[in-house]
């Protein structure tokens, strides 16, 4: 899946304008980072750090969950073949989050789904 990342940017922009929103990772079920936005601070000093994948496999089956700290928190969603990580601040909505995410979670499977159609007729060989 190629989709850019400037339509990766536009798909989250709504997502990402949250004030409580710090930081997004889309990751692939490859273990491939699709997309990441940090809202300046840097959290892991380099991306290879965390492995998202590895701690979800670990926890078991989940579709949503929500680790609060005291000075923020990770909510994590599985979708599909994606793990979708958010660092937010604690006074963030998390209905309003979810919202987000659904929204433009829908948005990027069909674009992906389109252009890996594209793609296919474009790859076409005789």
């Given at each position: 899946?190629?989709?850019?990342?400037?339509?990766?940017?536009?798909?989250?922009?709504?997502?990402?304008?949250?004030?409580?929103?710090?930081?997004?990772?889309?990751?692939?079920?490859?273990e491939k980072v699709v997309f990441e936005s940090l809202d300046g601070v840097q959290f892991f000093s380099e991306?290879?750090?965390?492995?998202?994948?590895?701690?979800?496999?670990?926890?078991?089956?989940?579709?949503?969950?929500?680790?609060?700290?005291?000075?923020?928190?990770?909510?994590?969603?599985?979708?599909?073949?994606?793990?979708?990580?958010?660092?937010?601040?604690?006074?963030?909505?998390?209905?309003?989050?979810?919202?987000?995410?659904?929204?433009?979670?829908?948005?990027?499977?069909?674009?992906?789904?389109?252009?890996?159609?594209?793609?296919?007729?474009?790859?076409?060989?005789?």
């Amino acid at each position: 899946m190629d989709v850019t990342s400037l339509t990766m940017e536009k798909l989250f922009q709504d997502l990402l304008n949250m004030a409580g929103v710090h930081g997004l990772f889309l990751i692939s079920a490859d273990e491939k980072v699709v997309f990441e936005s940090l809202d300046g601070v840097q959290f892991f000093s380099e991306r290879s750090a965390v492995n998202w994948k590895m701690i979800a496999d670990c926890i078991g089956d989940f579709v949503e969950m929500d680790l609060v700290y005291e000075d923020g928190r990770y909510y994590v969603k599985k979708d599909g073949d994606y793990l979708l990580v958010l660092l937010l601040s604690l006074d963030e909505s998390l209905a309003m989050v979810r919202l987000n995410i659904d929204i433009a979670m829908s948005e990027f499977k069909k674009k992906a789904k389109s252009e890996r159609g594209l793609l296919r007729f474009l790859n076409f060989k005789i």
